[in-house]
C-alpha cells in the first residue's frame, strides 16, 4: 500500500511513420564515423519524444566528444509517448514517462546496452497520477520521483536492485490554484520533481500554483512528507516549469513558463527553505509575440545559465556573477521551432538543442569565456524530440 497525501494550498488568487535510421550508405557510414572521436570514445545521446504520429519511442544517437558531431539517429526502444528520462546513478538503467495500455500515466525502466545504446524494458508502473511529465532518479538510485502535469500530483516509486520498478510508496495530490492565467492554472500541474543536492529534501514545482512544493525525504522507505517551509514562492501567474542548481548547491534557478522570467532563489539546506532575490526576463525587451518558456541549465562551471523560449524559438544566455545573479548575454536561434528541452554536453563544451515541432536537434559550441552559442554544423532530425540525456561510453 503506498502512502497517500493530499496537499492542500490556499493563494488566495485567486514528434512519416519511420525515423531516420543508421545506414549503409556511405553519407550515413561517414556520419557515424565522425561521431566516434579520436581515441576512439564516443557519447551515446538517448533523446525522449512526445506523443506523435511520426515518433516510435525513445531514440540514440552517437556523438562525436570531440567535434560535436552526431551519427544518423536510431530507435532504442519502442514506447508511448516517452517524454522525460533519466539514468539510474549506476547508468546500467534508464527510466521514461509512459503511458500505459489503459491510457493511465505511467513510467517504465530499461536495462542499458552501453555497447549498443539499445535498450530492452524491464517494467511498467503506474505513475501516481495522470500526464507524467518529468522523471528523475534519486542519488541513492532508491526511488523513481515522477511529476505528473495532467492531475498535478507526484509520486516516489522503489527501484529494486535489478533495475525494477515496484508499485508507488508515496503519492501526494496537490490541490489549490493560482487563477492567474485562464486554462494554464484553473488546478495544479506538477512540471518537474527532483531532490535537493543533499539528497534531504525533494522539489517539486507546481505551474497551476505558482509554487515549488518541498518535501522531507527518506529514500530507505521511499516517503515523501510536507516541509516546514512548504514552498518556495513565485510571483502571480508565473508559472514555474523547471529548475536547475548552482554547482555550488546553495542558488536554485526557477525558470518561469507563463511569465518568460527566471527566478533565483537562495537555499538553505538544513531547513529545505527557498528564497527569491532575483527575477529576470528570458526574451528580448522589443518582443512581443507569443512565447513560453521550458528548460533551464546551469553550465558546470557556474559561470553562464541557459533558458530556452518556445515562440522567440531561442536560447536566453545568461552570465552568472559570484554572488548568482543574471546579467543578459543575448538569444542564439535554435534553427527550428519550439525547443522544449536542451542539455550540455558532459565536457561543457556542446549545447544540444531539441526542437519539438520542427523534429531536428541542433548542435552549439559553448564558447567557454564568454558563454556564447555558435552553430557546431551538426544537426540530426528525430520526430518531436523533448529530452537529451547524455552517458559517456568507451567504443
Given at each position: 500500500?503506498?502512502?497517500?497525501?493530499?496537499?492542500?494550498?490556499?493563494?488566495?488568487?485567486?514528434?512519416?511513420?519511420?525515423?531516420?535510421?543508421a545506414?549503409?550508405?556511405?553519407?550515413?557510414?561517414?556520419?557515424?564515423?565522425?561521431?566516434?572521436?579520436?581515441?576512439?570514445?564516443?557519447?551515446?545521446?538517448?533523446?525522449?519524444?512526445?506523443?506523435?504520429?511520426?515518433?516510435?519511442?525513445?531514440?540514440?544517437?552517437?556523438?562525436?566528444?570531440?567535434?560535436?558531431?552526431?551519427?544518423?539517429?536510431e530507435?532504442?526502444?519502442?514506447?508511448?509517448?516517452?517524454?522525460?528520462?533519466?539514468?539510474?546513478?549506476?547508468?546500467?538503467y534508464?527510466?521514461?514517462?509512459?503511458?500505459?495500455?489503459?491510457?493511465?500515466?505511467?513510467?517504465?525502466?530499461?536495462?542499458?546496452?552501453?555497447?549498443?545504446?539499445?535498450?530492452?524494458?524491464?517494467?511498467?508502473?503506474?505513475?501516481?497520477?495522470?500526464?507524467?511529465?518529468?522523471?528523475?532518479?534519486?542519488?541513492?538510485?532508491?526511488?523513481?520521483?515522477?511529476?505528473?502535469?495532467?492531475?498535478?500530483?507526484?509520486?516516489?516509486?522503489?527501484?529494486?536492485?535489478?533495475?525494477?520498478?515496484?508499485?508507488?510508496?508515496?503519492?501526494?495530490?496537490?490541490?489549490?490554484?493560482?487563477?492567474?492565467?485562464?486554462?494554464?492554472?484553473?488546478?495544479?500541474?506538477?512540471?518537474?520533481?527532483?531532490?535537493?543536492?543533499?539528497?534531504?529534501?525533494?522539489?517539486?514545482?507546481?505551474?497551476?500554483?505558482?509554487?515549488?512544493?518541498?518535501?522531507?525525504?527518506?529514500?530507505?522507505?521511499?516517503?515523501?512528507?510536507?516541509?516546514?517551509?512548504?514552498?518556495?514562492?513565485?510571483?502571480?501567474?508565473?508559472?514555474p516549469?523547471?529548475?536547475?542548481?548552482?554547482?555550488?548547491?546553495?542558488?536554485?534557478?526557477?525558470?518561469?513558463?507563463?511569465?518568460?522570467?527566471?527566478?533565483?532563489?537562495?537555499?538553505?539546506?538544513?531547513r529545505?527553505?527557498?528564497?527569491?532575490?532575483?527575477?529576470?526576463?528570458?526574451?528580448?525587451?522589443?518582443?512581443?509575440?507569443?512565447?513560453?518558456?521550458?528548460?533551464?541549465?546551469?553550465?558546470?562551471?557556474?559561470?553562464?545559465?541557459?533558458?530556452?523560449?518556445?515562440?522567440?524559438?531561442?536560447?536566453?544566455?545568461?552570465?552568472?556573477?559570484?554572488?548568482?545573479?543574471?546579467?543578459?548575454?543575448?538569444?542564439?536561434?535554435?534553427?527550428?521551432?519550439?525547443?522544449?528541452?536542451?542539455?550540455?554536453?558532459?565536457?561543457?563544451?556542446?549545447?544540444?538543442?531539441a526542437?519539438?515541432?520542427?523534429?531536428?536537434v541542433?548542435?552549439?559550441?559553448?564558447?567557454?569565456?564568454?558563454?556564447?552559442l555558435?552553430?557546431?554544423?551538426?544537426?540530426?532530425?528525430?520526430?518531436?524530440?523533448?529530452?537529451?540525456?547524455?552517458?559517456?561510453?568507451?567504443?
Amino acid at each position: 500500500m503506498h502512502q497517500q497525501i493530499r496537499r492542500s494550498v490556499g493563494l488566495g488568487i485567486g514528434v512519416f511513420l519511420t525515423c531516420i535510421m543508421a545506414s549503409t550508405s556511405p553519407a550515413h557510414a561517414q556520419q557515424a564515423n565522425a561521431a566516434i572521436g579520436d581515441d576512439g570514445a564516443g557519447v551515446i545521446v538517448f533523446i525522449g519524444t512526445s506523443s506523435s504520429p511520426n515518433s516510435r519511442g525513445i531514440y540514440m544517437t552517437r556523438m562525436n566528444p570531440d567535434s560535436g558531431a552526431l551519427a544518423p539517429p536510431e530507435l532504442a526502444a519502442e514506447a508511448k509517448n516517452p517524454n522525460f528520462l533519466a539514468f539510474h546513478p549506476s547508468y546500467r538503467y534508464l527510466y521514461a514517462c509512459a503511458e500505459l495500455h489503459d491510457k493511465r500515466g505511467g513510467v517504465a525502466g530499461y536495462s542499458i546496452d552501453r555497447s549498443t545504446g539499445k535498450l530492452t524494458q524491464l517494467n511498467q508502473q503506474p505513475s501516481g497520477g495522470r500526464g507524467p511529465c518529468y522523471v528523475a532518479v534519486d542519488q541513492t538510485g532508491k526511488n523513481l520521483l515522477v511529476a505528473n502535469y495532467g492531475s498535478g500530483s507526484i509520486a516516489s516509486i522503489p527501484i529494486d536492485d535489478d533495475g525494477e520498478l515496484r508499485e508507488p510508496s508515496t503519492v501526494i495530490q496537490h490541490e489549490g490554484s493560482s487563477g492567474v492565467v485562464p486554462k494554464r492554472q484553473e488546478g495544479p500541474h506538477a512540471h518537474w520533481i527532483n531532490t535537493d543536492p543533499a539528497n534531504r529534501f525533494v522539489l517539486a514545482t507546481d505551474l497551476g500554483l505558482d509554487r515549488v512544493m518541498i518535501y522531507r525525504f527518506e529514500p530507505e522507505k521511499g516517503t515523501l512528507t510536507p516541509n516546514d517551509p512548504a514552498a518556495g514562492v513565485l510571483s502571480p501567474g508565473a508559472g514555474p516549469r523547471h529548475i536547475a542548481w548552482h554547482p555550488n548547491r546553495k542558488i536554485a534557478y526557477v525558470i518561469n513558463e507563463l511569465a518568460d522570467t527566471i527566478t533565483a532563489f537562495h537555499y538553505d539546506a538544513a531547513r529545505g527553505a527557498m528564497s527569491a532575490f532575483q527575477t529576470i526576463p528570458t526574451l528580448p525587451p522589443d518582443f512581443k509575440d507569443e512565447n513560453t518558456t521550458a528548460e533551464v541549465v546551469v553550465h558546470p562551471s557556474g559561470k553562464f545559465l541557459y533558458g530556452s523560449n518556445r515562440g522567440h524559438d531561442s536560447i536566453a544566455v545568461f552570465a552568472v556573477d559570484a554572488d548568482g545573479k543574471l546579467t543578459p548575454r543575448g538569444h542564439t536561434s535554435t534553427q527550428g521551432q519550439t525547443p522544449r528541452n536542451f542539455a550540455i554536453d558532459p565536457s561543457g563544451r556542446f549545447l544540444l538543442a531539441a526542437n519539438q515541432k520542427t523534429g531536428n536537434v541542433v548542435v552549439f559550441q559553448i564558447n567557454q569565456e564568454t558563454g556564447d552559442l555558435k552553430p557546431a554544423g551538426s544537426t540530426i532530425e528525430v520526430p518531436a524530440p523533448v529530452c537529451i540525456r547524455f552517458l559517456q561510453t568507451q567504443q
